[in-house]
């Protein structure tokens, strides 16, 4: 459960910057066609998408600024490229462990069934119908990690 800190947004961005290098520099002496940050709270993954350019069909602000509206309902996120711009949504299990809460913050309650499906409903409508991401899949079997890729 990150809690956001201006330190790391600036490394990330660095970090992202570096990955997306070809995009950034058509001379970029160095980048990434595989990578993934470390788990960011929405403040922090929104600053590691907005210095992207459009790329393809992934618009680097307009994503960002769709990421608002999961602010507080999701565990954290992940992003970097797998080829193309790619971003993971971490869910949680608990009601305690969404982002921003502080590790002392009482425990809280199992996120239901429907709340966790609800939610996954609006954010396949946001990234895929909305923003343009190509597809919206699990991960892993957990069903609390998936991914969006765009092309």
């Known amino acids: 459960m990150p809690i956001?800190?201006?330190r790391r947004i600036n490394?990330?961005?660095q970090f992202v910057r570096l990955g997306f290098g070809d995009h950034l520099d058509a001379d970029a002496p160095f980048y990434s066609g595989d990578f993934l940050t470390q788990e960011l709270t929405t403040t922090e993954a929104q600053a590691a998408m907005s210095v992207l350019p459009r790329i393809n069909t992934f618009a680097g602000v307009q994503?960002?600024?769709g990421l608002d509206r999961f602010r507080g309902e999701v565990r954290g996120w992940k992003f970097g490229r797998a080829g193309t711009p790619v971003l993971h949504v971490l869910l949680p299990?608990?009601?305690h462990q969404v982002e921003e809460r502080h590790a002392a913050?009482?425990?809280g309650s199992p996120v239901q069934d429907t709340d966790h499906r609800a939610?996954?409903?609006r954010?396949?409508?946001t990234l895929v119908d909305e923003l343009d991401a190509?597809?919206?899949l699990a991960v892993d079997d957990t069903d609390h990690v998936w991914r969006a890729r765009w092309r």
């Open 4 to 6: 956001t800190s201006t």
């Open 11 to 13: 490394v990330v961005q």
């Open 63 to 65: 994503v960002a600024g």
């Open 93 to 95: 299990f608990w009601t």
């Open 105 to 107: 913050s009482p425990v």
């Open 119 to 121: 939610l996954l409903e």
């Open 123 to 125: 954010l396949r409508h």
């Open 134 to 136: 190509f597809d919206f």
